[in-house]
């Protein structure tokens, strides 16, 4: 339907006879640029990261998106009503994709491989990246990008956080299994580490998806993967998410995972580190480490630190949350851009080592200095209040079209994020991300309605369960009656028949 909608007003605009050309008073070295996304990163030009790369490219980039807009789908329709396209488009893949499809954007292949020098070797280096940006007829559309590590299987996102001192004053070590993780959680609950003389300890907390990040501890998947005989199948629909879901279930009745866990929401770390009541989770590197400084001012003796990911019930060390190679953005050059050759080397600039550089470590002497032969950020980036990944974002520190910096991550992390980060990636313990299939329009057409109803209705029965209002036992049979009823065999089949084209078998 989101198709048809927008292919309509395409459409329109086409058959307006409102002419193609840029508007009047546009200067040779400015190029129009849509960039809305997340719901709130729209292009600024102060950004500092881009008026450098005016400097050393002498490109300006004319913002099109409107702040006052707070929706991203809101703002990518009224783009695409305008009666002339800005010179480039950044997106979503499958807006992109979208719009290709359309007609709106132009294909790039010939283009890079005459202007963009950098791009034809970034698809050499990430075959990823060129089938993703590859459209069914062949062509390339749009240039993806990496946050890094393009060169990796698995990069670390997400780790284990404890309350080291609570271990220390409880005589307990780091669990290594869950057994033991379930004794300390256990002692957390029990023996008021805290010291304030109330049971208030909220042993296990998380801030965004719940209790998603315990299945893999008990063998469980939560998403799509792929079973022994190649085939896609979906974790909760499997018996080890029946498993997952009774032994959760249990520690939620003991107190041992936060009251709120479905609820709390995003200021999870903040309320319960603040209040010396959180004692576990499990989240970002880069932003949970942070805390470990800002609290150990204003807690005595607050501790708070990264372990090794403890074995699962069938004894596997491993970390499931890995981070894609691509982030999932693009830009490409729109139907009514004047100025092809320009753009498409405005585009290459990104993807030289000095177009990465700047995008990793922003401008020398303003966001970062050279001490030893390396660049390490400034006090004012590396004390931002809310912390480096959010000062950088508003400098210009976004996803595009170009290769971010492992090194310049690591730069901006704090001894205890770091430290962790670099032990979960050494270890070998991060899995690599499951590869979704991109579909065909008549597959989503044919899967989606079916698809949302379907986890919707998973996660009311993981909660009630969780929460003790259901028995997963008990209903486990009329769960998997309803789900085929509701067609959970005929998605599937749609995911195996995209996976096995995307992976030609």
Not at 148 to 174: M, N, Q, V
């Amino acid at each position: 339907m989101k198709k048809r909608i927008l292919a309509m007003l395409l459409v329109a605009v086409m058959l307006s006879g409102c002419s193609a050309t840029k508007q009047t008073g546009s200067k040779e070295n400015e190029l129009t640029m849509f960039m809305h996304f997340f719901g709130y990163c729209v292009y600024d030009e102060d950004w500092p990261i881009f008026k450098k790369a005016s400097e050393l490219t002498g490109v300006k980039i004319i913002g099109t998106a409107s702040e006052s807009i707070s929706d991203s789908s809101q703002a990518w329709n009224t783009m695409i009503a305008s009666k002339v396209l800005p010179d480039i488009i950044h997106s979503t893949y499958s807006n992109l994709s979208d719009l290709a499809d359309m007609g709106g954007l132009i294909p790039l292949e010939d283009l890079i491989e005459k202007y963009a020098p950098n791009v034809a070797k970034f698809f050499e280096e990430c075959p990823e990246a060129k089938r993703d940006a590859t459209a069914d007829d062949g062509h390339i559309y749009f240039i993806p990008g990496s946050l890094s590590g393009i060169d990796r299987d698995a990069l670390p996102s997400k780790g284990w956080f404890i309350r080291t001192d609570w271990l220390e004053k409880l005589h307990l070590e780091a669990p290594k299994n869950v057994d033991e993780m379930y004794n300390v959680l256990k002692a957390f609950k029990t023996k008021d580490p805290n010291g304030n003389g109330l049971q208030d300890e909220i042993p296990y907390f998380a801030r965004q998806e719940g209790i998603q990040d315990l299945y893999q501890l008990f063998g469980a998947e939560y998403t799509w993967h792929e079973d022994k005989n190649g085939n896609l199948v979906y974790g909760k629909t499997e018996e080890e998410f029946r498993n997952a879901i009774r032994q959760i279930s249990k520690w939620f009745k003991e107190g041992l995972i936060d009251s709120e866990i479905y609820s709390r929401g995003q200021q999870a770390r903040e309320q319960l580190l603040s209040s010396n009541t959180g004692g576990m989770t499990h989240d970002w590197f880069s932003s949970t480490g942070k805390y470990a400084d800002t609290y150990a001012k204003n807690i005595n003796g607050f501790k708070w630190e990264a372990i090794l990911p403890p074995a699962d019930i069938n004894g596997v060390v491993k970390e499931v949350a890995s981070r894609s190679i691509l982030h999932g953005l693009g830009w490409g050059i729109s139907k009514d851009n004047k100025k092809i050759e320009e753009t498409m080397k405005y585009f290459d600039f990104w993807m030289s080592e000095q177009g990465r550089e700047l995008l990793a470590y922003g401008i020398e002497g303003v966001h970062h200095k050279v001490v030893n032969g390396e660049k390490v950020f400034t006090d004012e980036v590396l004390n931002a209040k809310d912390g480096v990944p959010t000062y950088m974002r508003n400098q210009g520190q976004v996803e595009i079209g170009s290769v971010g910096s492992i090194d310049a991550e690591l730069a901006g992390m704090n001894e205890i994020a770091r430290k962790g980060f670099l032990a979960y990636d050494e270890g070998g313990f991060v899995r690599k991300q499951f590869n979704a299939p991109t579909f065909t329009e008549a597959e989503n057409d044919a899967k989606k309605d079916k698809w949302n109803n379907i986890t919707t209705y998973i996660s009311e029965i993981e909660q009630k369960c969780v929460l003790g209002i259901e028995d997963i036992d008990a209903v486990w049979d009329t769960y998997i009656k309803t789900l085929k009823d509701m067609g959970i065999d005929e998605v599937t089949e749609i995911y195996n028949t995209a996976y096995k084209r995307q992976n030609n078998y």
